[in-house]
């Protein structure tokens, strides 16, 4: 294989993998090239060469240098063919592709419909690929999310207030389950849990007689609004509330060690399956072991252990 194409999402890693992949490529005597602005890029022919110069010191940087964006051109087969007659104009051998499930589903389509050999690398703050423990930029954003709600709890504390939280996660609790355990938080509520708001003002209420003064309420964006919430509580319990919604935030930041040693070890793998050959599949660690998965199988919705981890936040929090 003597060149090859990256081809981005945006999280806090993806700038390290970029790199891993590259520096990993250029010990192979592998030409790289990344494309700009996503599968978008790749549609219209927007490729840059890559050098083991050109990703320096981006290792600590969020977001991608590279850039992103959704396409819904790649989405037709118009597009499709395009950004395929992009790619041999260039003579590209293979694709790394780094994102979340929308980006790994467009690489399953290069690599099926196609035949162009492909890779994923998993990087999504949501952490829904299947088969996948740990995605690139999830556990940044999740301590991004609790050192807000570590500084929120200060003023929760001293204010005697009720403050919902509001988090990143439109289909998936990932997120909000694992602020709410690490951050002590009362409640949670995420898409994969149905909840009553008459429950939870039950809750409140029977706390506030036991003396409870202040609550932490973490609520996934797919499940409702926060000032919703709030608005309800107020009205239900008369308690007053205060509402943050961290919004994009989550999404950036300087990566975790966590995410950068991650982001480095998959980067430099993922070049060395599409050096082997093999195509149409995501890259992942387990048990300390690098592993291969279908992309068939990593684009499917992933399944998360959510009930032994909300009861054990409900334990920790009566």
Known sequence: MKKIAIITRDCAGVNAAIRSVVRTAC????????????YDGLVDGKFIPLSRGSVSGIINLGGTFLKTSRS??????VGQK??????????????????GNGSLKGAHVL???YKIPVVGIPATIDNDISGVDLSIGADTAVNVALDAV?????????LERIFIVEVMGRESGYIALQ???AGGCEEVL???KKFTIEAMCTEIQQGNVKGKSSWIII???GKAKAHDVARIITKKTGFETRVAVLGHIQRGGHPTAVDRILASQLGSYAVKVLRDDQTDLCVSMKNDKFITIPLSVAIQPKRFKVAETYKLIKLLTK
């Open 82 to 99: 395009q950004a395929v007659n992009n790619i041999q104009e260039q003579k590209i051998e293979g694709i790394i592709v780094i994102g």
């Open 219 to 221: 609520v996934a964006e």
């Open 27 to 38: 010990g192979y005597n592998i030409e790289v090239v990344g494309v700009l602005k996503g």
């Open 179 to 181: 602020v709410a355990l």
């Open 72 to 77: 819904k051109r790649f989405l037709t087969d």
């Open 150 to 158: 570590d500084k929120i709890r200060d003023t929760a504390t001293s």
């Open 190 to 192: 995420f898409p994969e």
């Open 111 to 113: 690599a099926t419909k």
